[in-house]
């Protein structure tokens, strides 16, 4: 397997189920390089194997909700290029995680849903910063992120949400100073809920503009 060209281990693996590629990994690393870290090919595969549409599903999973939450979930575990062929296609307004007990940073591929409104992460372990990625998210009218690990200061590009009407960051790690003028493009906010963090000079940061 590993004499043959990538184009054809491409071919040859476009319509295996995506946890079939990782299983590539464990039998031959050169190849599982050669497809598994090209995003034509994530893409190609991804769309091939929608997850609801896989008999290893029970048909409870066949709903759209409940497939995508199927999916986002195994969304942590694909290599970083079908992250990203995922997170362009993910065609949903709206995304949830919850209860993830993994011990994992969000991957900057969370900056490629393009069409999300509400986005929130509650009661995950999630470690290390919120990715600056996240001020691509600018059709973002929620942003939840409550109770997880997630610490350091939060990105300048947060700033980028103008069109935000609730912002709840509370029950985190994250520290600092808050970003100069991190609201000033959010003229549409009403809620902000920062409480419950380790900001320097601020414990309390909440209002209701109701």
């Given at each position: 397997?590993?004499?043959?060209?990538?184009?054809?281990?491409?071919?040859?693996?476009?319509?295996?189920?995506?946890?079939?590629?990782?299983?590539?990994?464990?039998?031959?690393?050169?190849?599982?390089?050669?497809?598994?870290?090209?995003?034509?090919?994530?893409?190609?595969?991804?769309?091939?194997?929608?997850?609801?549409?896989?008999?290893?599903?029970?048909?409870?999973?066949?709903?759209?909700?409940?497939?995508?939450?199927?999916?986002?979930?195994?969304?942590?575990v694909w290599p970083p290029m079908f992250r990203l062929a995922f997170a362009k296609g993910f065609p949903a307004t709206s995304l949830r995680w919850s209860d993830?007990?993994?011990?994992?940073?969000?991957?900057?591929?969370?900056?490629s849903f393009q069409h999300l409104h509400h986005l929130k992460i509650v009661d995950c372990s999630f470690v290390g910063s919120l990715p600056g990625q996240i001020g691509n998210l600018v059709t973002l009218k929620h942003l939840l992120i409550h109770k997880t690990r997630l610490s350091g200061r939060i990105?300048?590009?947060?700033?980028?949400?103008?069109?935000?009407?609730?912002?709840?960051?509370?029950?985190?790690r994250f520290s600092g100073q808050i970003p100069d003028g991190l609201f000033c493009r959010m003229s549409k906010l009403e809620i902000l809920n920062l409480d419950d963090n380790q900001f320097t000079g601020a414990s309390t940061i909440y209002f209701h503009n109701g």
């Amino acid at each position: 397997m590993q004499q043959l060209p990538p184009e054809l281990l491409q071919l040859i693996f476009a319509h295996e189920h995506p946890a079939s590629v990782l299983r590539l990994a464990r039998l031959c690393r050169s190849a599982y390089t050669a497809i598994a870290h090209d995003e034509h090919f994530a893409t190609a595969n991804l769309c091939a194997w929608g997850v609801a549409d896989h008999p290893a599903f029970p048909a409870k999973y066949h709903d759209s909700q409940l497939a995508d939450t199927v999916r986002c979930s195994l969304f942590f575990v694909w290599p970083p290029m079908f992250r990203l062929a995922f997170a362009k296609g993910f065609p949903a307004t709206s995304l949830r995680w919850s209860d993830l007990k993994s011990v994992i940073m969000l991957p900057e591929a969370l900056g490629s849903f393009q069409h999300l409104h509400h986005l929130k992460i509650v009661d995950c372990s999630f470690v290390g910063s919120l990715p600056g990625q996240i001020g691509n998210l600018v059709t973002l009218k929620h942003l939840l992120i409550h109770k997880t690990r997630l610490s350091g200061r939060i990105p300048d590009a947060l700033g980028n949400l103008s069109n935000l009407e609730v912002l709840q960051l509370s029950g985190n790690r994250f520290s600092g100073q808050i970003p100069d003028g991190l609201f000033c493009r959010m003229s549409k906010l009403e809620i902000l809920n920062l409480d419950d963090n380790q900001f320097t000079g601020a414990s309390t940061i909440y209002f209701h503009n109701g």
